[in-house]
């Protein structure tokens, strides 16, 4: 199976900073045609995940532009231009390129 | 809209056994591979196990192998974990989801208590 280890675990940010979680993956997440299904999660307290980004770099619907993705092969990164309060919680990359699906285990962005 | 409903999350004993439901709406639920996705209190997002869309095709996490069955009924937009010889460490929320859509539900909770 695929491994995905992210980085920071905790990720301590002042309202309106940049925040940067990178994950990375054990194998190259690049598929046989060509695309690359590395997706990122938001999981609010008490809420269920919700899809932010996938295949890397691509918003979903409703998310604002102030989340981006970016990255190739092994190595991705989200951002987070401006935190802003409601961006709190716990964030998690997944790769969708090979079965199983595996998850990253998880950064929780906190207000300083 | 897309709804995925999960039911039938309880407390039990270990060594029971339990069936949980999802149902599907707003989507072509035949369309899509679907997947059961754990997350035990304060913990991260563990993968269960995952079926084809037309259910040739399942897959388990090593934790759950032998123990626990996914299956689907495309007529009725309904997938189903039945879960045998549950222990503590199963307790968690329970997610219905095709995660590579996007897709979660709201999670029931299993509770593996005696």
């Not at chain 1, 809420?47 to 409703?62: A, E, F, M, N, T």
Request: one cysteine or more.
């Amino acid at each position: 199976d695929v491994v995905m280890t992210q980085s920071p675990l905790s990720l301590p940010v002042t309202l309106g900073q940049p925040a940067s979680i990178s994950c990375r993956s054990s194998e190259s997440l690049v598929h046989s045609d060509g695309n690359t299904y590395l997706n990122w999660f938001q999981q609010r307290p008490g809420q269920s995940p919700r899809r932010l980004i996938y295949k890397v770099s691509k918003r979903d619907s409703g998310v604002p532009d102030r989340f981006s993705g970016s990255g190739s092969g092994t190595d991705f990164t989200l951002k987070i231009s401006r935190v802003q309060a409601e961006d709190v919680g716990v964030y998690y990359c997944m790769q969708g390129t090979q079965w199983p699906l595996t998850f990253g285990g998880g950064t929780e962005v906190e207000i300083k | 809209e897309v709804q995925l409903v999960e039911s039938g999350g309880i407390v039990v004993q270990p060594g029971g056994s339990l069936r949980l439901s999802c149902a599907a709406s707003g989507f072509t639920f035949d369309d899509y591979a679907m997947h059961w996705v754990r997350q035990a209190p304060g913990k991260g997002l563990e993968w269960v196990s995952l079926i084809s869309w037309d259910g040739g095709t399942t897959y388990y996490a090593d934790s759950v192998k032998g123990r626990f069955t996914i299956s689907r009924d495309n007529s009725k937009n309904s997938l189903f974990l039945q879960m045998n010889s549950l222990r503590a460490e199963d307790t968690a929320f329970y997610y219905c989801a095709a995660p590579e859509e996007g897709y979660w539900g709201q999670g029931t909770l299993v509770t593996v208590s005696s």
